[in-house]
């Protein structure tokens, strides 16, 4: 499966010539960015001092079933490597990593470098994302595609809901592939999304949470 993502992803970064969900903020803005489950949980904090480029603090936490949960911590990198602003559209190429030190099951430097497109209208968004994650003895690299839909256009100010549907495969882990339908809300600076991951396997469904927040 995660080959067959990783295909997915390739086939979604060599059609940008023929064709957001924003990593950073505005010039010299601050973004706090979190996603809490069972098996996954992050934190990211970082600044802004361009539109291009963003630095902060990231905590990621694994925590696969019936392995005891490894955390890493350290400092992040976002970069904007393209932008295509398009009349009614906007596609993005991001380049993101963290190095710091993992504490668990597994102990030591830690990294994971990552590429993400992403690529959103008014009412359509699609990302496609690889991220390797490696610490000593741990290699639990992940390719994750999303897909999704507004129901309806708002306007700035008003609360625009989304769906959206998230595949993930992760080396070394269990569940090696997580399926999470979502509910997305977007108001402004503020981004929350509820959703289930593996919701038809009652051995692995678990609830989870995202949060943005930009000021």
């Known amino acids: 499966m995660f080959k067959q993502l990783f295909v997915v992803f390739l086939l979604a970064v060599s059609s940008l010539q023929a064709q957001s969900a924003a990593l950073m903020g505005f010039e010299d803005s601050y973004m706090l960015m979190t ?13 802004a001092p361009s539109i291009h480029h963003a630095f902060g603090i990231e905590v990621m936490r ?3 079933k019936g392995t005891r949960a490894t955390t890493m911590t350290g400092i992040n990198y976002t970069g904007l490597i393209k932008r295509w602003n398009m009349p009614s559209a906007q596609a993005n190429i991001w380049m993101m990593g963290s190095v710091g030190e993992a504490r668990g099951m597994h102990n030591g430097f830690s990294y994971s470098p990552s590429v993400q497109f992403d690529y959103e209208t008014a009412r359509l968004y699609f990302l496609a994302k690889m991220r ?9 690299d992940n390719a994750a595609i999303q897909g ?46 509820f959703g289930v991951t593996n919701p038809f396997d009652k051995s692995e469904r678990a609830p989870r949470l995202n949060l943005m927040f930009t000021y």
């Open 35 to 47: 996603e809490t489950g069972e098996y996954n949980q992050e934190m990211m904090f970082n600044y």
């Open 132 to 140: 390797m994650v490696r610490a000593p003895g741990m290699i639990n």
């Open 148 to 193: 999704g839909f507004s129901f309806y256009e708002t306007d700035f100010d008003e609360t625009q809901p989304w769906f959206v549907l998230e595949a993930k495969a992760t080396k070394n882990y269990n569940p090696s592939f997580q399926v999470t339908p979502a509910l997305r809300l977007i108001h402004q600076s503020y981004f929350l999304e």
């Open 62 to 64: 694994m925590s696969p």
